[in-house]
């Protein structure tokens, strides 16, 4: 897969899981931006099928976003201390 589709990928995820949390992708958009390129050379991501790229950038989004109700406030403080 290439790095496009899967930063498409990563995003989509992560606009998903934010819900109804008001800007949270916009907060941490050039985070995951970051973190989607790191992983995509470290994983070899570039090698997976569509299946396996996708179960990777939703574990990458499980390890940025939060699940539950945290607020955005908390969120964001707990991105700048990363």
């Known amino acids: 897969m ?3 589709a899967y930063f498409k990928i990563v995003l989509t995820t992560a606009k998903k899981r934010a819900g109804c949390r008001g800007n949270l992708v916009d907060h941490v958009q050039s985070y995951l931006s970051q973190r989607s390129v790191e992983q995509y050379h ?15 950038a939703s574990n990458l989004v499980d ?6 109700s945290q607020t955005v406030e ?6 700048r201390q990363r």
């Open 42 to 56: 470290a994983h070899d991501v570039e090698k997976m099928s569509a299946k396996e790229a996708r179960v990777d």
């Open 74 to 79: 908390k969120y964001v403080c707990m991105i």
């Open 63 to 68: 390890s940025i976003l939060p699940r539950g």
């Open 2 to 4: 290439d790095a496009k």
